[in-house]
């Protein structure tokens, strides 16, 4: 498998990651059926593995301890830290105090890494951020702690949904080594000033959402309607999901012979060698080896690269 790495990050990761929030408490979710995909992905090269704290609090963190147990294999290991005030996305007026204190960032640190059941976590995230935050002290100090003192190898933010230049401030602080933002074929504006800067910064780019939550892995439908408790019942409300498949069914019309709709979703994200990484989630092992099988189909032709960049769809962050 492709091996890619930034100056920041140190250690190469493969350039197909695994997404680990829909292993815990999604409704339909398959334990036994999870750990066979986690382990099959471990078998065919992939070495870059992300959680978080809320998924399933700590539950998707110790799914993950415990893989990196089953297996010789060096794993990249990646986390986040919960907002204090839960809540998701970040509010553009938000206090970082209400967020991310000093000593929340430190707690939580040490929660995952007994949830890990490791002594190292190799990258811990911010899971909401705003750039407004960027000069303060308190998690600036608290992050260089964490790294002085051997907890982390390295830190990041994921970035708000649609808003791919709310981190630039941070990165420019040298704080920040990696940075994970939803990039698609319909969310390309991360390449207009992100990528460029976190290419001249040395700044792992971790990709996520591929598939758009799923309409570019062709798990969508006009007349689809996700069931409660699932977080594509609100994404996909009435009108986005007639907008999304308006922009589907134009996709389907330029798709290769041969290709299939998430296997040109992937390849767009992994053609990018800005991308260190990216990261669908994957529950099943057919999965697994679906996005194995795309990403060693290598790069799309630069024709096909040409005709998705009119795909772009520029969205407002609600």
Same mark, same amino acid.
């Given at each position: 498998m492709d091996l890619r790495?930034?100056?920041r990050?140190?250690?190469p990761v493969?350039?197909?990651?695994?997404g680990?929030?829909?292993?815990?408490?999604?409704k339909?979710?398959?334990?036994a059926?999870?750990e066979?995909?986690?382990?099959?992905?471990?078998?065919?090269?992939v070495?870059?593995?992300?959680?978080a704290?809320?998924?399933?609090?700590g @539950?998707?963190?110790?799914?993950? !301890?415990? /893989?990196t147990?089953?297996h #010789?294999a060096?794993?990249v290991?990646?986390s986040k830290?919960?907002?204090?005030?839960?809540?998701?996305p970040?509010?553009?007026?938000?206090?970082i105090e209400?967020c991310f204190?000093?000593?929340?960032i430190r707690e939580?640190?040490?929660?995952t890494l007994r949830n890990?059941?490791?002594a190292?976590?190799?990258l811990?995230?911010?899971?909401?951020?705003q750039d407004?935050?960027?000069?303060d002290?308190?998690?600036?100090?608290?992050?260089s702690?964490?790294?002085r003192?051997g907890?982390?190898g390295s830190?990041?933010?994921s970035?708000n949904r649609?808003?791919p230049?709310?981190g630039?401030?941070?990165i420019?602080?040298?704080?920040?080594?990696?940075?994970?933002v939803?990039?698609?074929?319909?969310?390309?504006s991360p390449?207009d000033e992100?990528?460029p800067?976190c290419?001249?910064?040395?700044v792992?780019i971790?990709? @996520?959402?591929p598939?758009d939550e !799923?309409? /570019?892995a062709?798990?969508? #439908?006009?007349d689809?309607?996700?069931?409660?408790?699932?977080?594509?019942?609100?994404?996909?409300n009435?009108?986005?999901?007639?907008?999304?498949?308006?922009?589907?069914e134009?996709?389907?019309?330029?798709?290769?012979a041969?290709m299939?709709?998430?296997?040109m979703a992937l390849?767009f994200?992994?053609?990018?060698?800005?991308?260190?990484?990216?990261i669908?989630g994957?529950?099943?092992?057919?999965s697994v080896?679906?996005?194995?099988?795309?990403?060693?189909?290598?790069a799309?032709?630069?024709e096909l690269?040409?005709?998705?960049r009119?795909?772009c769809?520029d969205?407002?962050?609600?």
């Amino acid at each position: 498998m492709d091996l890619r790495t930034a100056a920041r990050l140190g250690a190469p990761v493969s350039v197909l990651g695994y997404g680990m929030w829909g292993l815990a408490g999604w409704k339909d979710t398959d334990d036994a059926e999870v750990e066979r995909a986690l382990d099959e992905a471990v078998g065919s090269g992939v070495t870059f593995f992300d959680t978080a704290f809320a998924y399933g609090d700590g @539950r998707s963190e110790r799914i993950l !301890g415990n /893989l990196t147990r089953r297996h #010789a294999a060096r794993l990249v290991t990646a986390s986040k830290i919960p907002p204090k005030n839960r809540v998701w996305p970040a509010p553009a007026k938000a206090l970082i105090e209400e967020c991310f204190p000093e000593g929340h960032i430190r707690e939580y640190t040490e929660r995952t890494l007994r949830n890990l059941g490791l002594a190292r976590l190799d990258l811990m995230q911010f899971h909401v951020w705003q750039d407004s935050w960027a000069q303060d002290p308190g998690w600036q100090r608290a992050v260089s702690d964490l790294k002085r003192d051997g907890l982390v190898g390295s830190v990041g933010i994921s970035l708000n949904r649609w808003e791919p230049w709310n981190g630039l401030a941070a990165i420019r602080t040298g704080h920040i080594d990696a940075v994970q933002v939803v990039y698609n074929i319909f969310a390309q504006s991360p390449e207009d000033e992100l990528f460029p800067l976190c290419r001249e910064r040395g700044v792992a780019i971790i990709a @996520r959402v591929p598939f758009d939550e !799923g309409s /570019l892995a062709g798990q969508l #439908a006009r007349d689809r309607v996700f069931p409660e408790g699932d977080f594509r019942r609100s994404y996909f409300n009435a009108e986005n999901t007639a907008a999304t498949m308006d922009r589907i069914e134009r996709l389907e019309a330029i798709l290769p012979a041969g290709m299939s709709l998430p296997g040109m979703a992937l390849r767009f994200v992994i053609s990018n060698r800005d991308v260190t990484t990216v990261i669908p989630g994957m529950r099943r092992v057919v999965s697994v080896r679906g996005n194995v099988a795309a990403e060693r189909a290598g790069a799309l032709d630069k024709e096909l690269m040409k005709a998705l960049r009119a795909h772009c769809w520029d969205r407002t962050p609600a």
